[in-house]
């Protein structure tokens, strides 16, 4: 069932890639881990640049924390010109024509700015702002990327006090590089309660 919020059809997607042991991020912030280790998966798919490029056209709107939209400023802009809403309690000089900042309400966020203008909303990260949006109950979708690597320590993913949740499958794709995509919808089954 969509989110109070999201009753005009927009969705929300949480999107983030884990570690198996749960972390989306190594302490000193390196990134290589995300590049697979080179072993192909026989039984897996793999997807083209261009098959990439058009599911990338459907995403209206990105929202990403300011600690996640910094390292991204760092690594180089993978969000293209597709509008990027920035949540920020600072005042961040603004960098490109598509990012906007906003501070406050993440209810308001979600009802006054984004679910008039956009459909296909996807929440990138970081861990801090994702599990503000599932304490509030803003998300309707998670797609959760597992790469084939032990971290042992980092940034988890789900590390504050979540309430119980169950969450339907959809969808699973194992890719020939060993990682896997999971995809839930938000489900309206209560949890156990035994
Ligand atoms: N593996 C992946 O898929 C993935 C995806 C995304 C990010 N990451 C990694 O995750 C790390 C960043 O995550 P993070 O958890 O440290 O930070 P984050 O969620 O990206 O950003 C946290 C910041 O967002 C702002 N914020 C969050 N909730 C807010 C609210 N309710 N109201 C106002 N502002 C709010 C605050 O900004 P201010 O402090 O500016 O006020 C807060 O410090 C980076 O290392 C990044 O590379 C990994």
Redesign the pocket.
Known sequence: MPSEENAAGARVTL????SLDGF??RKD?S?SW?DGNGRVYKAGVSISAEEIAAFVKGIDCYV??????E??MKLGWPYGDTPAMV????K?PPARKSVEFY??D?KTLLHEKLVPRYRNIWL???????Q?FLELGLVDEISL?IAPVLLSDG?RLFGGSLAEKRWDLKNVVAYKNGFVELSYAASEREPATD
């Open positions: 999107h983030v890639v884990s989306i991020a912030n990134v995300l990403l924390g300011s600690r996640t939209y390292h991204a949540v920020t309690g600072r961040l501070s406050g993440l990138v990260g970081g861990a801090m702002l994702c503000r990327t940034l």
